[in-house]
């Protein structure tokens, strides 16, 4: 079947992106392009680079950077052995990290080489930068620390204690950065400038919450929770607004702007939505393939770029998560497109 071809059948396909939309109410996409990563066959965030309108993918010990016109790999990020997590930008230059070295990587974004390294805190993962601080904050997820750096002149500036461990966070570019704290089912909110928490919500009903996106118009933060429930947050008060139904082994939020829709990357091939006009609610979710559990949006097209494998299946398994083997060497970034412009 050719891959610009809209699918609509709800089938689960290792090898195949498929996307289930119901007319009435589901967001249908069609797949453009997948790219081969190859090996290594582990990869984590995926993070798209608008003025360089490139891909930037953590792939185990490298980062790899896919053009997003072509579809071609333009080149590597290497020599972080520990294993990369997060990558932003600043000041011109790349970051992303070494987890098990903690430590924020520096990179120059043309030639792809590392110029430095910085002292972060153990388990240093995702990375993001604030611009009203102008810092990259480095989140150190075991640590329950924020690394703040100042891109200028590459020092760490702050490490923020945020009261325990962490996932993802997310800028709302007034002064505050919002955090999950997975370990006590909360969102820490730091203060920017202050460099310290000044807030921590507890999310009734969220499990460890990995995702985080923000609707920065609205003040709406969506946290994907390992439980299956994503909750809609106000950004301002903490007020807990909604908790709707996701996939499986979420790992990542995201927000289309233009479409106000907020996803959730699951591991089970699962791409869940929640619409925010007419009302907070569950649309039906696309279905992708399994392993597809981080992902990244354009904000201007709405493109989604997510990250599977080819997998072999163990029907005999004892647990869904020992079902499936990836085949080494088939990691892709698969690159959608909406059908229908907002």
């Not at 582990?42 to 891909?55: F, T």
């Not at 430590?103 to 240093?124: G, Q």
């Amino acid at each position: 079947m050719r891959l610009s071809k809209i699918l609509t059948a709800a089938v689960f396909a290792p090898a195949l992106f498929i996307a289930a939309f119901a007319a009435d109410q589901a967001p249908a996409y069609r797949i453009v392009k997948e790219v081969a990563l190859g090996t290594p066959d582990r990869w984590d965030y995926v993070v798209y680079d608008g003025p360089q309108d490139r891909v930037f993918v953590a792939h185990s010990d490298k980062v790899t950077v896919v053009d997003n016109k072509t579809g071609l790999v333009v080149g590597h990020v290497e020599g972080m052995p520990g294993g990369t997590h997060g990558v932003a930008f600043a000041a011109g230059k790349g970051y992303t990290d070494d987890g098990k070295a903690g430590v924020a990587v520096v990179f120059d974004l043309k030639t792809l080489k590392k110029l430095k390294t910085i002292k972060a805190e153990p388990d240093a993962d995702g990375i993001v930068f604030d611009p009203t601080s102008g810092h990259i904050l480095v989140i150190d997820g075991d640590s329950g620390k924020v690394t703040a750096i100042d891109p200028t002149t590459d020092k760490v500036v702050a490490t923020i204690d945020a009261g325990g461990g962490l996932e993802f966070g997310v800028s709302g570019e007034n002064g505050k950065f919002y955090v999950d704290g997975a370990e006590k089912g909360e969102i820490v909110r730091i203060d920017t400038k202050t460099n310290l928490a000044d807030a921590h919500w507890p999310q009734k009903g969220c499990v460890k919450p990995h995702g985080l996106a923000i609707d920065r118009q609205s003040m709406r933060l969506f946290a994907s929770c390992a439980n299956k429930v994503m909750v809609v947050v106000d950004a301002n008060t903490g007020a807990q607004l909604a908790a709707l139904p996701i996939g499986e082994g979420t790992d990542f939020a995201e927000f289309d702007p233009s479409r106000k829709w907020a996803f959730s990357s699951n591991r089970d091939g699962t791409l869940s939505v929640i619409a925010e006009e007419g009302g907070l609610r569950a649309l039906t979710p696309v279905t992708t393939a399994y392993g597809a559990r981080t992902m990244a949006v354009d904000p201007k097209t709405g493109r989604l770029f997510l990250v599977s494998a080819d997998y072999a299946v163990d029907d005999k398994a004892a647990d869904a998560r020992h079902r499936y083997t990836i085949k080494p060497g088939t990691a892709k970034l698969i690159m959608l497109d909406p059908v229908t412009t907002p």
